[in-house]
């Protein structure tokens, strides 16, 4: 399950380490994940997202994998930089069962603070 | 790059004053949110607007709370008598029609502090 509170999972790196950040969902209805980053005092801003029928997805320095068998998805991040430092969320929509309409309601985990030391 | 935009940046407001949120989507989005996120805590979906509609809702958006696109660009989320426990920053997010255009993006939010 998720908690929510003021102490964020945290991991802090050294530049131009790989990084990894964990997420774990709860609906395994949900059909589309998205990572997003969110630096202090900004909205949310999109990295990477997956659908649930893959398991991988590549981006630039960037790579999502999804293990629908146990919930869990992650986000992987190569040669870490400073300005990779952040929150990072993953985020979830279920589309409805029977021909019900997503209108594209994102769930969002509790988030990682990632700190990349120079 | 088109992007979302909100204003003001921040608010300060005495309980029970009524606020209104002003998002500018990007034009040629057709879903439009809005999300709240109280300090330390993970984003949370607020209302979903659609086709000059409501189209979802969360358990927080209660009778205090409504949505409006006034014209073609603006997109408004109104608190009637504000609490203190709705001191939060509020994103506006937008994202264009049909499937496979899931991603919904953000704008750079609203800090509303209620004293």
């Known amino acids: 399950g998720e908690s929510v509170g003021l102490h964020l999972p945290t991991l802090s790196v050294q530049e131009g380490d790989n990084s990894i950040i964990n997420c774990a969902y709860s609906?395994?209805?949900?059909?589309?994940f998205i990572w997003y980053k969110q630096e202090s005092g900004k909205g949310p801003q999109f990295i990477i997202d997956i659908r649930s029928n893959m398991d991988k997805r590549q981006g630039q320095r960037v790579t999502v994998l999804l293990n629908k068998t146990v919930k869990h998805l992650s986000l992987q991040i190569a040669a870490t930089q400073p300005g990779d430092s952040a929150v990072y969320f993953c985020a979830e929509i279920t589309t409805p069962n029977a021909g019900g309409t997503s209108y594209g309601k994102l769930t969002f985990g509790q988030g990682t603070i990632l700190t990349v030391h120079p | 790059e088109p992007e979302v935009t909100q204003t003001p940046s921040h608010q300060v407001t005495q309980m029970g004053q009524e606020v209104i949120l002003r998002c500018v989507p990007i034009?040629?989005?057709?879903?439009f949110y809005w999300y709240r996120q109280i300090l330390g805590q993970k984003v949370e979906f607020l209302v979903s607007f659609y086709n000059n509609e409501i189209s979802e809702k969360s358990e927080i958006f209660d009778d205090q709370f409504s949505v409006e696109r006034p014209d073609g660009s603006n997109f408004t989320l109104k608190i009637r008598s504000t609490k203190l426990e709705d001191s939060a920053m509020y994103f506006c997010a937008s994202k264009s029609t049909g499937r496979g255009q899931e991603t919904q993006y953000f704008g750079p939010g609203t800090r509303l502090l209620v004293l």
């Open positions: 609906n395994s209805a949900s059909d589309y």
């Open positions: 034009s040629n989005h057709l879903y």
